[in-house]
Structures are given as structure tokens and as C-alpha cells.
């Protein structure tokens, strides 16, 4: 556990120094494609959806953890130095969080030249229909998209990575790859994609229970209103269609001082979501920037929480 954490600490650090550069291949590109394909596949032979999204769930995961399985045993071969420097190589891409800041302050500074700019911007990184979105829309759902990613893009996979190195980290991006792509609930994807959403939701059950806890803290020491996130936590953490996701948002919106939730448009159709948050005040741009703050505190919290459990099962196995 010690060498993961170590590997751990490292992989993160990759991560905040360099996020994800263009020209390296990233995994999720890879795995990203095997689901379209076998996604196609699986249409065409017809027959019972719902099946063959177990079996979509089941290949998915398993190819994907069986490569990771096979880079860690050439890794574990290695003196305990390289070791732990190969297994952080291998953790690195499966973390998010430069990547998912840039994201979200490209938002912020293309709102700064337009409405029509931050509405462009926002399309990459939400499911969301973005075209009719007002301003304070689009920080709300640039806001809730960082709130999510804490725990979907960061947390989520230091959590695994610690229990069980690259082949549970990259189990569980496969399950949310998978989740993203298929786990919608419109006519189209609600047969083939049940199992994936499901899944997800059961692996992220206590990442996000674990990380909305964390940001309330991180809020405080980022100068928001850690008291108020608490508050918005207790009182809203399950106002979402997602068991987890409203976690995040809740201490998000608590931290704020701001709203999120409510009616969105996916695929043009509206989806009505309970509100998270009191109307304390309008949204800002700036708000993106103190979301993408509380994503990088939660992180290092998170992962001070597990130099501490790793000190402690180093004691109670000697």
C-alpha cells in the first residue's frame, strides 16, 4: 500500500505539472473506441438490448483491467525505485485534474469575449445542449461540470489507484467511459447503456461521499464559505438523478453562495433536475475560477487522507 500511495503522490503530481499533452496517446481514447465498435456490433445482431449491455459493461471493464493488468506485472519486476516510478507513468493519464481546470478557465476567459465564445467553449467539456444558454447558465453548468469531475475525473481514480494500483484505476475509467457515452436515459441509450450508468454509480458511491466531506473543508481553506457548504451538502446531496453527482455540486453551490441544478436541454429534450444551493447571488465568472480552486484543494486533501490511512495500515501491519 505504501509503494501505491508513493505512486500515487507522484502520478497526481504529473498530473498538476503537465495534465494531459496532446501527443501522448491517451487511454481513454483507445477505450473510448472499443465501445463505439462493440456498441454498433451489438445493435446489429438485435435481440435483447438490455443483454448486451451486460455484455458491453463486462468487456469493457475486463479488456481494460486485464492491459492494465499486464503493464503492472512487467512494472512489478523491477527494483522498488523504477517500480513505483512505472506504476505512476501508468496512473498518470487515468487522473484529470490540469486537464479538467484548463477546460473550465478556457470557459471563464471565453466569456470574457463573448456570450456566443463561452457557449462554444462550454460544448466541450458538457453533455448539454449549449446554444441558447444564457451567461449565468453557463457558469452554473461550467461550475456543476467542475463540481462533478472532483469526484468523476480525480477522486474517483486516487481512491481506486490506492486500493488496487493501475488495473482498478483503470477498471473504473472504463466504467466511467462507458457511463459517458452510453449511460443516458433518452430512447436511444436506455436499454444499452442501464448496466454501465449503474455500475458507475455503485463505484462512485463512496468517492463522492468522501469527496463532497473533503470540499466543504477545502472550502474553508479557500477563503468560501466551508460552514455554508456543509449546510448545502446535508440539506441537498441527493436533489440530482445521480446518487453521487449532487455530493459535489451541493458543497460547490454551498461554498458559492449559488444555485446549480435545475432544467437542462440533452440531445433537445429538456430534463428537469431539482435545484442545489440557495439564489444566494448571480453567478460570476469568477465562480469557475474558485470551482477550479476547490477541485485542486479537495484533490490534495483527498490524498493527504490517504498518506494518513496508508501511516496507519504501516502500523497496524508492522
Not at 31 to 58: D, M, P, S
Not at 107 to 131: F, H, N, P, W
Request: proline share 4%; net charge positive; glycine share 10%.
Amino acid at each position: 500500500m505504501r509503494e501505491r500511495f508513493a505512486a500515487l503522490a507522484l502520478a497526481l503530481a504529473l498530473d498538476f505539472a503537465l495534465g494531459d499533452p496532446a501527443w501522448l496517446p491517451h487511454p481513454v481514447v483507445f477505450i473510448g473506441r472499443y465501445i463505439a465498435k462493440a456498441e454498433v456490433r451489438l445493435r446489429r445482431r438485435g435481440g435483447n438490448l438490455r443483454r448486451a449491455a451486460v455484455l458491453l459493461t463486462l468487456s469493457t471493464v475486463l479488456l481494460t483491467a486485464a492491459c492494465a493488468a499486464a503493464l503492472t506485472a512487467a512494472a512489478l519486476r523491477l527494483p522498488s525505485g523504477p517500480r513505483i516510478g512505472c506504476t505512476a507513468l501508468l496512473l498518470w493519464p487515468g487522473l484529470a485534474a490540469r486537464s479538467m481546470v484548463e477546460e473550465a478557465l478556457g470557459v471563464q476567459k471565453a466569456l470574457r469575449q463573448g456570450l456566443r465564445q463561452g457557449r462554444e467553449r462550454l460544448s466541450r467539456i458538457v453533455g448539454r445542449d449549449t446554444a441558447a444558454l444564457a451567461e449565468d447558465e453557463v457558469i452554473r453548468a461550467a461550475v456543476e461540470t467542475v463540481a462533478e469531475n472532483t469526484t468523476d475525473g480525480v477522486t474517483s481514480p486516487m481512491f481506486y489507484a490506492l486500493l488496487g494500483g493501475p488495473v482498478l484505476l483503470w477498471a473504473f475509467k472504463a466504467a466511467s467511459t462507458l457511463d459517458s457515452m452510453v449511460g443516458y436515459l433518452d430512447e436511444r441509450y436506455r436499454d444499452i447503456g442501464w448496466c454501465s450508468a449503474k455500475l458507475d454509480d455503485v463505484l462512485n458511491y463512496v468517492p463522492a461521499r468522501m469527496t463532497g466531506l473533503a470540499m466543504c473543508l477545502a472550502a474553508q481553506l479557500c477563503a468560501l464559505d466551508g460552514r455554508e457548504a456543509l449546510r448545502i451538502l446535508v440539506r441537498d446531496h441527493g436533489n440530482h438523478l445521480s446518487p453521487n453527482c449532487a455530493w459535489t455540486e451541493a458543497a460547490a453551490a454551498g461554498a458559492l453562495h449559488i444555485r446549480l441544478g435545475g432544467s437542462h436541454t440533452y440531445f433537445g429534450k429538456t430534463v428537469e433536475k431539482p435545484a442545489i444551493g440557495d439564489d444566494g447571488r448571480p453567478p460570476e465568472p469568477e465562480d469557475i475560477g474558485r470551482a477550479c480552486r476547490l477541485l485542486i484543494v479537495t484533490s490534495l486533501l483527498v490524498l493527504g487522507l490517504f498518506a494518513l490511512l496508508t501511516a496507519a495500515e504501516g502500523r497496524i501491519w508492522g
